[in-house]
């Protein structure tokens, strides 16, 4: 019951926190130092709501398993679903998350992580999925957040890299060498912004804002300031939206 109630206020938290939010995805990389085996070499892509909460998916841990292999829910149809199930963190593992593309916003709540890209938990985005034919998506075992100042404090230990997202890595088949790829990415811009002067908009310089990788929503700089989706839990719960459940979480 109380596990139950968890889940519940949670898919209230993803439903409340969806519903005014504008596009400002980055992807989080992880630095070669960072220890968590949660997010140990990961990429994930979040996304930072009006009062600086934080929710994401790590896009480049697909699972070996196979959506019919573990989904619990009968009414959700399996058959037309060919990718693999990402791991997408550590939070509500047995949660279906979704990221898609969509012309237009979904009728239930949904994340706006990037033009045209949307993220969310809500059983009617699922179902519309997947029974869609040619839709963009990706389908995500649990995902990722962080408690209050939890992410500022990696920060401060270096734990992460801050890039610009985009939706084709978001949907890359083959995920493999993404991490080394962005990593040396983020590498090179950071040494190109030590080695210029403050008169070419390097370390210490006021254009450096203008120049930096990520220029939105107080992402900019590395010091993004993350909140985490249980400030909310709080909301109306009439905002509530109902959630598609995976079966028992399968060793991934």
Not at 11 to 35: D, H
Not at 50 to 59: L, P
Not at 87 to 111: C, D, K, T, Y
Not at 173 to 192: F, I, M, P
Request: hydrophobic share 45%; aromatic share 10%; net charge positive.
């Amino acid at each position: 019951m109380v596990r139950g109630t968890i889940v519940a206020l949670c898919a209230l938290a993803w439903s409340a926190l969806a519903a005014a939010q504008g596009p400002n995805g980055v992807f989080l990389v992880a630095k070669p130092e960072l220890a968590d085996p949660n997010f140990s070499r990961t990429v994930v892509l979040v996304t930072q709501t009006e009062d600086f909460s934080t929710v994401g998916v790590i896009v480049n841990r697909p699972t070996t398993l196979k959506l019919a292999q573990f989904v619990a829910d009968p009414g959700l149809e399996t058959g037309k679903y060919r990718d693999a199930v990402f791991l997408g963190g550590p939070v509500m593992r047995n949660a279906l998350i979704a990221v898609f593309v969509s012309e237009a916003a979904p009728a239930a709540p949904a994340f706006h992580v990037l033009p045209r890209l949307y993220m969310t938990m809500h059983t009617d985005n699922v179902k519309m999925l997947l029974a869609s034919e040619g839709r963009r998506y990706r389908l995500f075992a649990g995902f990722s957040g962080w408690a209050p100042r939890q992410l500022e404090s990696e920060f401060d230990r270096e734990g992460w890299f801050v890039l610009p997202a985009d939706a084709e890595t978001v949907f890359r088949a083959d995920t493999s060498g993404l991490w080394e790829e962005l990593v040396k990415r983020a590498s090179a811009l950071k040494t190109r912004h030590k080695t210029k002067g403050p008169a070419e908009g390097g370390a210490g310089s006021p254009g450096l804002h203008r120049t930096c990788a990520v220029e939105q929503r107080g992402f900019c700089g590395g010091r993004p300031r993350f909140g985490t989706v249980p400030q909310l839990l709080t909301a109306a719960p009439e905002s509530f939206g109902p959630v598609a459940f995976l079966g028992a979480c399968p060793d991934m």
